[in-house]
T-cell receptor, first 117, second 114 residues
Framework: AQTVTQSQPEMSVQEAETVTLSCTYDTSESDYYLFWYKQPPSRQMILVIRQEAYKQQNATENRFSVNFQKAAKSFSLKISDSQLGDAAMYFCAYRRQTTSGTYKYIFGTGTRLKVLA | KAGVTQTPRYLIKTRGQQVTLSCSPISGHRSVSWYQQTPGQGLQFLFEYFSETQRNKGNFPGRFSGRQFSNSRSEMNVSTLELGDSALYLC?????????????FGPGTRLLVL
């Protein structure tokens, strides 16, 4: 069964510094998508970035980038120039295709990021 | 384009009651998925509806049910509420098809069962 592991329940970063959140997953499939979602204290879950497994190039969205290591089944999120607004719970998610051709998402347990002023 | 909306945002019920939560997806999205989020269990998948049909289902008891209307709006119903049903219920919408399909979440409904 596919699983998603976020081994860091909580992390802290100083404002303007860089932080990396870890995510590993277990799968035997070769075609899948990976996502990072951000859930600020207001609870609205926001898509941060996504990565297609077939693309070797790491996805980037402004200050957010990923380090996708397919062989190692690792998908870490790097936040550069951290801002107070980055404080949130971050969830890593894996999307797989079911035998009927639909999609199911599996989420990690989340990493709470604190940004220190 | 308006995002995913959920109503109500907060709800307090007592054990044994039932509750109905509503979710309006992003315009054009035909898939609506429901998740239960608790501090101990994280996000647990409840079910997914696509074009008014339940397409996927998680491991929740039959007290949890849902439906989807022709305009893609979805409702989730929980009958005979238990204390353990207290959680944030998240709805996510997506196109439901295509390789690049991605879920977008609503703000959630916070349910407290007393």
């Amino acid at each position: 069964a596919q699983t998603v592991t976020q081994s860091q329940p909580e992390m802290s970063v100083q404002e303007a510094e860089t932080v990396t959140l870890s995510c590993t997953y277990d799968t035997s499939e070769s075609d899948y998508y990976l996502f990072w979602y951000k859930q600020p204290p207001s609870r609205q879950m926001i898509l941060v970035i996504r990565q297609e497994a077939y693309k070797q190039q790491n996805a980037t969205e402004n200050r957010f980038s990923v380090n996708f290591q397919k062989a190692a089944k690792s998908f870490s999120l790097k936040i550069s120039d951290s801002q107070l607004g980055d404080a949130a719970m971050y969830f890593c998610a894996y999307r797989r295709q079911t035998t009927s051709g639909t999609y199911k998402y599996i989420f990690g347990t989340g990493t709470r990021l604190k940004v220190l002023a | 384009k308006a995002g995913v909306t959920q109503t109500p945002r907060y709800l307090i019920k007592t054990r044994g009651q039932q509750v109905t939560l509503s979710c309006s997806p992003i315009s054009g999205h035909r898939s609506v998925s429901w998740y239960q989020q608790t501090p101990g269990q994280g996000l647990q998948f409840l079910f997914e509806y696509f074009s008014e049909t339940q397409r996927n289902k998680g491991n929740f008891p039959g007290r949890f049910s849902g439906r989807q209307f022709s305009n893609s709006r979805s409702e989730m119903n929980v009958s005979t509420l238990e204390l353990g049903d207290s959680a944030l219920y998240l709805c996510a919408s997506s196109h439901g098809v295509g390789r690049s399909e991605t879920q977008y979440f609503g703000p959630g409904t916070r349910l407290l069962v007393l």
